[in-house]
């Protein structure tokens, strides 16, 4: 019996051996699918954000290429020096608004999501800004940034430009007459963490859909706006995993009627990513 007993629990641990590889596969298996459907999530928002903003987008191209042309038709036409100068200066501010919109498009569109970099968030909020400006404009809402520090954050930052253009997409959405859009960029009175805030005067959030605004797949949006754009129910999941994933947070507070503000925290960089950021 002696010599039975251990054979036979040797067969069995064999026995069991190879379905506790196949499971412990099969989670593996589950868990990398899991992961490429969320990047794939994630990729999907950040493209229907800019198929929003692709016809402003262009139409800000535009306006922009306009002045350049003539200038720089006016510059070689009149001989006078002064005036080639005034007239190239004219080119040189439109060029760089058209670089500025055009690095914020490429950003979005092939982001290099495995890098972090001190960033300059004032002037990341500044592009957001810029790419949304003319949709804003269609919409009759007006944007108010008021910059009162200039924080630097190691962020990745396309994926948090992602989560600005969405909370800015979303306060136009609020705002189906036209409003006031508020973004304000500041830091706590410890200066430990950097403070971007978008206010909207929209239509609020009724309190029970404000404790779920954050879930997946849920939504207020029963209807498409004038764009076609409905509302899927990801955006701000979305948008919180990749604040977290920074080591921030976002929170949302509402008053229906009255307006939303969505505030996004995120650690402020250490002395020597400051100056990194800076230069």
């Not at 410890?190 to 797949?217: H, K, M, N, Q, Y």
Request: overall charge positive.
């Amino acid at each position: 019996m002696s010599n039975i007993l251990p054979a036979s629990t040797h067969s069995t641990q064999n026995s069991q051996s190879p379905q506790n590889e196949d499971v412990a596969s099969a989670l593996a298996q589950l868990r990398n699918e899991n992961q490429m459907l969320r990047d794939r999530v994630v990729a999907l928002q950040r493209i229907s954000s800019l198929g929003v903003l692709s016809g402003g987008i262009a139409h800000e191209i535009n306006n922009a290429l306009t002045p350049i042309l003539n200038y720089a038709k006016l510059a070689l036409r009149n001989p006078d020096p002064d005036y080639q100068k005034s007239a190239l200066e004219k080119i040189l501010a439109s060029a760089e608004r058209v670089a500025a919109i055009a690095q914020g498009v490429l950003g979005l569109a092939r982001p290099r999501l495995d890098r972090r970099e001190p960033a300059d968030l004032a002037r990341l909020t500044r592009e957001v800004l810029l790419l949304t400006s003319k949709d804003l404009e269609k919409h009759g809402v007006m944007a108010d940034l008021v910059i009162e520090a200039q924080p630097i954050s190691r962020i990745n930052p396309p994926q948090i430009q992602q989560v600005l253009l969405n909370l800015v997409i979303n306060a136009r959405q609020a705002m189906p007459h036209g409003g006031t859009l508020r973004v304000r960029v500041a830091t706590d009175a410890a200066a430990r963490w950097a403070l971007i805030s978008v206010a909207d005067t929209g239509v609020g959030i009724a309190p029970p859909d404000l404790r779920r605004i954050f879930e997946p797949f849920f939504t207020t949006k029963t209807t498409p706006d004038d764009t076609g754009q409905g509302g899927t129910g990801l955006g701000l999941s979305v948008c919180r995993e990749i604040v977290e994933a920074h080591r921030g947070r976002l929170r949302a507070e509402s008053r229906p009627g009255v307006g939303t503000t969505f505030t996004l925290k995120l650690p402020i960089a250490s002395a020597t990513a400051k100056r990194q950021g800076a230069a």
